[in-house]
């Protein structure tokens, strides 16, 4: 999750403070992925140490105001043009966990994709519930509709972890069979035989019928 980047596009809309903007990100969000001050602070720090942002006064409750930089707006246009890297993708722990699994003694592996499958259909379930309150009355505000992406994605990503698991237990059950044995082939047809079967003479040239 880029924090980093979420920050900048929030202060190209305009100067906010650092508990404003981890309000404004996890309203944007969802809370899906919920944000403390302290992270929100650190980033601001690194932030303004390259540049991207800047301190612009304060509000009148005292609040110490952030805006964005030049070479903020730059890297928050590179970061929107660039696609997301998927060469490196970060640490699954279920992947992890199934890996692991894998022989591991005393553990049934089976019996881990079947509690997880239960797990990852339950959250399926409670995202999509989610999304039919909101549709209901149909988003307009910003944070609605960002919000209502968010959920599809959770969405779309639990069914594909719950194919997934399927896809396991089965690979589990094809490579747990008993070999096949070797098809046998069937036993060739043999000639019909000649015994008792007494050969034709051949008629001698120049004889005549009897």
Not at 3 to 15: D, K, Q, V
Not at 120 to 146: G, H, N, V
Not at 171 to 196: F, T
Request: glycine share 6%.
């Amino acid at each position: 999750m880029s924090i980093r980047h979420g920050l900048l596009a929030l202060l190209e809309e305009g100067p906010r403070y650092g508990s404003q903007l981890r309000s404004d990100f996890e309203s944007r969000t969802g809370a899906t992925w919920p944000l403390n001050v302290g992270q929100v602070y650190t980033t601001l720090n690194r932030l303004e140490r390259d540049g991207m942002v800047a301190h612009e006064g304060s509000d009148d409750a005292g609040h110490t105001l952030y805006t964005i930089t030049g070479r903020g707006r730059d890297e928050l246009a590179s970061w929107f043009r660039r696609p997301v890297d998927r060469a490196n993708p970060p640490r699954d722990e279920l992947a992890i966990k199934l890996a692991m699994a894998v022989g591991a003694p005393g553990v049934d592996i089976r019996e881990v994709i079947r509690a997880q499958r239960h797990h990852t259909l339950q959250a399926m379930q409670d995202y999509t519930r989610l999304k039919a309150q909101a549709l209901e009355p149909p988003p307009r505000s910003r944070e609605e509709i960002a919000w209502l992406l968010v959920l599809e994605q959770l969405i779309f990503q639990t069914e594909a972890e719950a194919r997934w698991l399927d896809h396991c237990e089965a690979r589990l059950v094809r490579l747990s069979a008993p070999p096949r044995p070797p098809a046998q082939e069937p036993p060739h047809a043999q000639a019909p035989s000649d015994a008792g079967t007494a050969p034709r003479a051949r008629p001698r040239r120049g004889s005549s019928a009897s």
